[in-house]
Nanobody, 121 residues
């Protein structure tokens, strides 16, 4: 099964920044739209950022202008740069191959452990 490994989360103050990393098989990263998803406490998992194989990006309104998704095919890694963090960004963040319609569903049935992001003063 596909193994996604997310890292880079932690505890930060409001206004701070984090960069999340997602390691996955290179064939998946290079040939698919990749997405970052998050599940906030008491909420369902939602897609917050996606990058297509051609480089086109898409963001949820809640993170637009603050988050940047990128991909390094040589390192088999997808990144999520998170700036100007607020307590509402507190969630477990996951990566997966995303659908081109940018729904909250993903192409791969298996998910990684995710990485916890906590924004608090």
């Amino acid at each position: 099964q596909v193994q996604f490994v997310e890292s880079g989360g932690g505890l930060v103050q409001p206004g701070g920044s984090l960069r999340l990393s997602c390691a996955a098989p290179g064939s998946i990263i290079t040939m698919n739209t990749m997405g970052w998803y998050r599940r906030a406490p008491g909420q369902t998992r939602k897609l917050v950022a996606a990058i297509a194989s051609g480089g086109t990006t898409n963001y949820a309104d809640s993170v637009k202008g603050r988050f940047t998704i990128s991909r390094d095919n040589a390192k088999n890694t997808v990144y999520l740069q998170m700036n100007s963090l607020t307590p509402e960004d507190t969630a477990v963040y996951y990566c997966n191959a995303a659908l081109i319609d940018y729904s909250d569903y993903a192409r791969c049935d298996s998910w990684g452990q995710g990485t916890q992001v906590t924004v608090s003063s």
